[in-house]
T-cell receptor, first 112, second 112 residues
Framework: DAGVTQSPTHLIKTRGQHVTLRCSPI?????VSWYQQVLGQGPQFIFQ???????GRGNFPDRFSARQFPNYSSELNVNALLLGDSALYLC???????????FGDGTRLSIL | QQQVKQSPQSLIVQKGGISIINCAYE??????FPWYQQFPGKGPALLIA?????SEKKEGRFTISFNKSAKQFSLHIMDSQPGDSATYFC???????????FGKGTKLTVNP
């Protein structure tokens, strides 16, 4: 069975640009969460969506937004990119609330 | 504010030895404590998890020990193998929330 899939795997952008990252959860999973992992640190929670509704938001600026589609896939959008946004962006899915989260391999975003 | 403190930052163990990684938390609302294993270029993979109603959970060579009164939990890897060389993250989640709070990680190296 396919795990959590994320695209693209790598992305290079310049400051001020906008980026969209995509995530397909494990089949049957309805909850999707997004995390940011800076090099050498643990993942930091950004958003969580369940049944297309935002259920949690971490301490990130309004430049970060996300949504979940009827097929439970999700997009993370980041506007006005800053150098500090360079990180590995991870998507995790679980079949419902309160269940273990399984991560994809992430999108490596580099800001020049 | 770091809610989950993980130590050591790095650990070197000989093949066949026991690897021990410790975590401490502050938030008494946490009720789910997973451990993740991350290889370079990959996302975190769920290894084992525990809830505070038990003091120990074992899965193969991996054991979680949990001390609710001390607000500490640890991962023990028995018979450590070179293939176990990776970064390990402890995490915690409060009831009713999907947000995982991660430690900063421990880089484990198992020498052959």
């Amino acid at each position: 069975d396919a795990g959590v899939t994320q695209s693209p795997t790598h992305l290079i952008k310049t400051r001020g640009q906008h980026v969209t990252l995509r995530c397909s959860p494990i089949s049957g999973h309805k909850s999707v969460s997004w995390y940011q992992q800076v090099l050498g640190q643990g993942p930091q929670f950004i958003f969580q969506y369940y049944e297309k509704e935002e259920r949690g938001r971490g301490n990130f600026p309004d430049r970060f937004s996300a949504r979940q589609f009827p097929n439970y896939s999700s997009e993370l959008n980041v506007n006005a990119l800053l150098l500090g946004d360079s990180a590995l962006y991870l998507c995790a899915s679980s079949w419902t609330l309160g269940q273990p989260q399984h991560f994809g391999d992430g999108t490596r975003l580099s800001i020049l | 504010q770091q809610q989950v403190k993980q130590s050591p930052q790095s650990l070197i163990v000989q093949k066949g030895g026991i690897s021990i990684i410790n975590c401490a938390y502050e938030n008494t609302a946490f009720d789910y404590f997973p451990w993740y294993q991350q290889f370079p270029g990959k996302g975190p993979a769920l290894l084992i998890a525990i809830r505070p109603d038990v003091s120990e959970k074992k899965e193969g060579r991996f054991t979680i020990s949990f001390n609710k009164s001390a607000k500490q939990f640890s991962l023990h890897i028995m018979d450590s193998q070179p293939g176990d060389s990776a970064t390990y993250f402890c995490a915690a989640r409060a009831g009713g929330s999907e947000k995982l709070v991660f430690g900063k990680g421990t880089k484990l190296t198992v020498n052959p």
